[in-house]
């Protein structure tokens, strides 16, 4: 059974700081994987999808990473600004295709104070 | 530029009110999704749909129903709303080519 876990659960930086958020999963045989983020009582937004033929995707100074044989995948988050305060969350899809049907973890939740 | 729109924002229903969640999506994506979240437990699946007609059991059904009697729409039913169906409900749109788009969320409290 697949299960996703996000560490830490909560982080706090000051504002211009690099930072890693990690992902890792159980089963290695995985579809893609997808971040997404979350303001505080709203839906998801997606900010990256690695598809498993992929290492890594980059937008703007986010940039995401996938080793499989590994089970991780860490996002990286270049000179944090407090408007990157949010709960970021990683999910792979259930299953070795592109089901839609994702498993989530707990998610990280980001503080960066100005 | 909204892709996944949830009807409501915010919802207050009273125990054993039959509640709807209605969602649309513009995408002409297959597959359609109902989760929810709670503190602690995260998201997790509901029901989702593959095609017009078509709903498949995820891992918390009970107490839920859907219909889907349009390609861009699915809604989510609450037969008789249960104290403990007060949650955040976010409806989430896909195909097999593209990474799943989610709503805004529905906060449905049940008082």
């Known amino acids: 059974k697949q299960e996703v876990t996000q560490i830490p659960a909560a982080l706090s930086v000051p504002e211009g700081e690099n930072l890693v958020l990690n992902c890792s999963f159980t089963d290695s045989a995985i579809y893609n994987l997808q971040w997404f983020r979350q303001d505080p009582g709203k839906g998801l937004t997606s900010l990256l999808l690695i598809q498993s033929s992929q290492r890594e995707q980059t937008s703007g100074r986010l940039n995401a990473s996938l080793d499989k044989s590994s089970g991780r995948s860490t996002l990286y988050i270049a000179a944090s600004q407090p408007g990157d305060s949010a709960t970021y969350l990683c999910?792979?899809?259930?299953?070795?295709?592109?089901?839609?049907?994702?498993?989530f973890g707990q998610g990280t939740t980001l503080q960066v104070k100005p | 530029d909204v892709k996944v729109t949830q009807s409501s924002r915010y919802l207050v229903k009273r125990t054993g009110e039959k509640v709807f969640l209605e969602c649309v999506q513009d995408m002409d994506h297959e597959n359609m999704f109902w989760y929810r979240q709670d503190p602690g437990l995260g998201l997790r699946l509901i029901y989702f749909?593959?095609?017009?007609?078509?709903?498949e059991k995820g891992d918390i059904p009970e107490g839920y129903s859907v219909s889907r009697e349009k390609k861009e729409r699915f809604s989510l039913i609450l037969e008789s709303a249960s104290t403990n169906q007060t949650s955040m409900y976010l409806c989430?749109?896909?195909?097999?080519?593209?990474?799943?788009?989610f709503g805004s969320g529905t906060r449905l409290t049940v008082v």
């Open positions: 749909s593959y095609d017009v007609k078509m709903k």
């Open positions: 999910a792979v899809p259930l299953g070795s295709s592109n089901t839609g049907k994702l498993i």
């Open positions: 989430a749109s896909s195909s097999s080519v593209e990474a799943d788009t």
